[in-house]
Nanobody, 124 residues
Framework: QVQLVESGGGSVQSGGSLRLSCAAS????????VGWFRQAPGKEREGVAG???????RYAESAKGRFTIAQDNAKNTVYLQMNSLQPEDTATYYC??????????????????WGQGTQVTVSS
């Protein structure tokens, strides 16, 4: 199975940027898709962005135009570049791996392997 570790979270002011990283280890030979999710206090976890086997990407409406997901296969790492951050982006961000075809729906039930999360705090 694959293990995931997120990094890159932190505190920024409104309008700032952060780049999150998701490093995979373990059994990475089987192809998997990666998604980024976030969960704010008192709210359900929601999908933010995902990337498929052929590099295809999917974004939640809240992320379109501001966030970019990319992968570096040589490093087994997926990145989430977040620009124009707003206070409502404050959450714990998780990356997750999926072996399912329906990964693009960005439903957390379709992702079986999860990282521990990294906190993103955006102040106004």
């Amino acid at each position: 199975q694959v293990q995931l570790v997120e990094s890159g979270g932190g505190s920024v002011q409104s309008g700032g940027s952060l780049r999150l990283s998701c490093a995979a280890s373990g059994y990475t030979h089987s192809p998997y898709r990666v998604g980024w999710f976030r969960q704010a206090p008192g709210k359900e976890r929601e999908g933010v962005a995902g990337i498929g086997l052929n590099g295809s990407t999917r974004y939640a409406e809240s992320a379109k135009g501001r966030f970019t997901i990319a992968q570096d296969n040589a490093k087994n790492t997926v990145y989430l570049q977040m620009n124009s951050l707003q206070p409502e982006d404050t959450a714990t961000y998780y990356c997750a791996a999926s072996y399912r075809e329906r990964w693009w729906l960005l439903r957390d039930a379709d992702f079986g392997y999860w990282g521990q999360g990294t906190q993103v705090t955006v102040s106004s």
